[in-house]
């Protein structure tokens, strides 16, 4: 069964960047395509992007150039970097498996929060 | 505004039926048959219930079904039970880019 928890800093002050992890254990990086979703507290769901273990990434065009994206296969982990964050960027980050064809495992999220 | 369009609240007594739509364009819903509707309890994570606009992933119950007809897509739920009160997202790929509904809040009455 594959699973996936993401970490980070959980509050980011505002103009700066925000960094998350997510660990894929339970299966390889290799097999699949690998999202980030993220969701506004009370709001509904949006897609910031997927990374294939090659590295080719797409991502949504609403957040312009703020977007990177990376893999590590030998840990077995994935990476989302936004910069110059505001208060418009606090949500539960998700980390997930798949890409535009459907999200089949997703961790279990994690709230950031942008304040000074 | 999301890119999908999904009525806000839909609702069904304990085994009746209800149908969620989804409405986009010939960009996304129409234009792939790469949608996928997901589940999503409070505080929870969204389950996926349904990909590739019809299929169901291994454990999600046949009560669980889906179509698209243009650029609609539609989930239904049959025999509904009370742990089906959730809300439901579907989701499109739109060519390098996945889109998203606003959602539907489904109440077992």
């Known amino acids: 069964q594959v699973q996936l928890q993401e970490s980070g800093p959980g509050l980011v002050k505002p103009s700066e960047t925000l960094s998350l992890t997510c660990t894929v254990s339970g299966g390889s990086i290799t097999s699949d395509y690998w999202s980030w979703i993220r969701q506004p507290p009370g709001k509904g769901l949006e897609w910031i992007g997927y990374i294939y273990y090659s590295g080719t990434t797409n991502h949504n065009p609403s957040l312009k150039s703020r977007v990177t994206m990376s893999v590590d296969t030998s840990k077995n982990q994935f990476s989302l970097k936004l910069s110059s964050v505001t208060a418009a960027d606090t949500a539960v980050y998700y980390c997930a498996r798949g890409g535009g064809g459907g999200n089949s495992y997703w961790g279990q999220g994690t709230l950031v929060t942008v304040s000074s | 505004q999301s890119a999908l369009t999904q009525p806000p609240s839909a609702s069904g007594s304990p085994g009746q039926s209800v149908t969620i739509s989804c409405t986009g364009t010939s960009s996304d819903v129409g234009g792939y048959n790469f949608v996928s509707w997901y589940q999503q309890h409070p505080g929870k994570a969204p389950k996926l219930v349904i990909y590739?606009?019809?299929k169901r992933p291994s454990g999600v119950p046949d009560r669980f079904s889906a179509s698209k007809s243009g650029n609609t897509a539609s989930l239904t739920v049959s025999g509904l039970q009370a742990e089906d009160e959730a809300d439901y997202y579907c989701?499109?790929?739109?060519?390098?880019?996945?889109?998203f509904g606003g959602g539907t809040k489904l109440t077992v009455l």
């Open positions: 590739e606009v019809s």
């Open positions: 989701s499109s790929y739109a060519g390098n880019n996945v889109v």
